[in-house]
């Protein structure tokens, strides 16, 4: 059984900055590639960042220069650090993740999800 676990969410200031943490945990053969994606309310979930196994990254325009998803493959756990955070990044963000476990191929895992609200 994979499960993922997300970390770090809470009530922020505008301008402030947080950092999100997924920790992957079961029999996990090959962990892949690994995103942060977020959802506002009524609003679709849209991907945020997105970092492969050997490390290169991609963000969304309305993230990039802004907010930063790092990994450590030997702790099995995806970061999304944040600055300059904005009212508008309110929104539950959801670690994703493309494992192939002992029992199953290759496919995608999702956490449950940690809110970050941006108010003053």
């Known amino acids: 059984q994979v499960q993922l676990v997300e970390s770090g969410g809470g009530l922020m200031q505008p301008g402030g900055s947080a950092r999100l943490s997924c920790v992957a945990s079961?029999?996990?053969?090959?962990?892949?590639?690994m995103a942060w994606y977020r959802q506002a309310p009524g609003k679709q979930r849209e991907r945020v960042a997105t970092?492969?196994?050997?490390?290169?990254?991609h963000y969304a325009d309305f993230v990039r220069d802004r907010f930063s998803i790092s990994r450590d493959n030997t702790k099995k756990t995806v970061y999304l650090q944040m600055y300059s955070l904005k009212p508008e990044d309110t929104a539950v963000y959801y670690c994703?993740?493309?494992?192939?476990?002992?029992?199953?191929?290759?496919?995608?895992?999702w956490g449950q999800g940690t809110q970050v609200t941006v108010s003053s």
């Open positions: 994703n993740a493309r494992i192939e476990t002992i029992l199953n191929p290759e496919r995608d895992y």
């Open positions: 079961g029999k996990i053969l090959n962990l892949n590639d």
């Open positions: 970092i492969t196994e050997g490390g290169t990254t």
